[in-house]
């Protein structure tokens, strides 16, 4: 090593200079404000799904654990709290908080609720809290939309779909894969609500689709028949046992993870979002490793697919099951926060936060 000569800048240099940290204002933000930013809008938010999970896949993210918030007299139901973080040039923290409660559905409102805090970088305030189940349900079609065009590159692209569970969901993946230029020449419906049916039948129509609508008796006979089979259900354990179903090959987005026996499972290509995050739960992963003990039937995730390290195997199904990232609600979220301030229709609460010096 060389001699350090008089004019080598110090070793340590001093800290860079920055502004005095501020505490941000505080926004609310409806569902109203939030679903006129995202409509319209599906190639960009698949696009910015992408970007965030590219993301967190090379540890540019804190996505810890989901925590689960049960009621022994309400087995059903349950309220769940995802933390995350996410760098790059979203940079936000944050946390969603969002509810399931089946039965809200027979009193006419949504089964989901949900808002979403993002907390400043660089104070840890939260600046806005945004209605959260349309955030919820456009990363999760943007994000199956992302897993039907990457996993369907090396196959035909499927020209049949099936739903299994015709819910809001259901109707958001519908509305993703088609805004971003995919056309069916079948729709196949199954769900144990006759009126959940008649409700994606009433929105196929509205969305003046060339497709044949099919409504099936039973899942065998929707699976059978579709190439790209989408299970958006509350199923809390499995209730598709037989792998024969399947032996067309489909692809499968596993997007409500309880669906499938392990043993539909174990005879698949298996993708997932991320290892860790899947194989808890009790999900359909999950259980086939407590069936196999070793992860050995799991061939990877998405991003290993992006990447080209993954080759899907053809004469199987393939199934992509993903947990869901908190990260993807944060980037959706501050998306839309981000439009609202540049359009100046941003609503900041005054003086929310109040004691703002420590001996007043």
Not at 69 to 82: G, K, N, V, Y
Not at 133 to 159: E, G, K
Not at 299 to 317: A, E, F, Q, Y
Request: aromatic share 8%.
């Amino acid at each position: 090593m060389p001699p350090v000569s008089s004019t080598t800048a110090p070793s340590v240099a001093p800290p860079p200079t920055s502004e005095p940290a501020t505490v941000p204002p505080f926004a609310v933000i409806s569902g109203a404000q939030v679903r006129q930013v995202l409509r319209g809008g599906e190639p960009e938010i698949v696009d910015l799904i992408e970007r965030t999970y590219r993301l967190h896949s090379v540890g540019d993210s804190v996505n810890p654990p989901s925590y689960f918030l049960r009621f022994p007299d309400r087995p059903t139901s349950r309220i769940i709290a995802l933390p995350a973080s996410i760098g790059g040039d979203i940079n936000v923290d944050g946390l969603k908080w969002i509810s399931s409660f089946p039965g809200n559905v027979e009193a006419g409102i949504p089964r989901a609720s949900a808002v979403l805090i993002l907390n400043d970088h660089d104070t840890g305030y939260p600046f806005a809290c945004l209605e959260s189940s349309i955030i919820s349900a456009t990363r999760t079609a943007a994000f199956a939309t992302l897993a039907a065009d990457r996993l369907s590159r090396d196959r035909d692209r499927p020209s049949r779909v099936g739903f299994v569970g015709a819910g809001l969901i259901a109707r958001y993946i519908h509305t993703f894969l088609t805004g971003t230029g995919w056309s069916f020449e079948e729709i196949g419906l199954r769900d144990t609500s006759p009126d959940s049916v008649a409700g994606f039948q009433r929105y196929l129509e509205n969305a003046d689709t060339d497709a044949k609508v099919s409504v099936h008796p039973d899942a065998e006979s929707l699976i059978r028949s579709s190439d790209l089979v989408i299970f958006a259900t509350v199923a809390g354990h499995p209730h598709i046992h037989d792998p024969s179903w399947f032996t067309h090959d489909p692809l499968v987005l596993h997007l409500s993870l309880r669906d499938l026996a392990p043993e539909i499972v174990l005879a698949s290509t298996n993708i997932v979002d991320d290892v860790e995050h899947c194989l808890k739960a009790n999900t359909s992963p999950h259980l086939a490793e407590q069936l196999t003990g070793n992860r050995d039937f799991l061939d990877g995730t998405l991003h290993d697919v992006m990447l080209g390290k993954v080759r899907l195997r053809s004469g199987r199904p393939v199934i992509f099951s993903p947990f869901g990232l908190g990260v993807l609600d944060l980037a959706v979220g501050k998306h839309v926060y981000d439009t609202l301030v540049r359009s100046g229709e941003l609503g900041v609460v005054d003086d929310f936060f109040h004691e703002l010096r420590r001996y007043g």
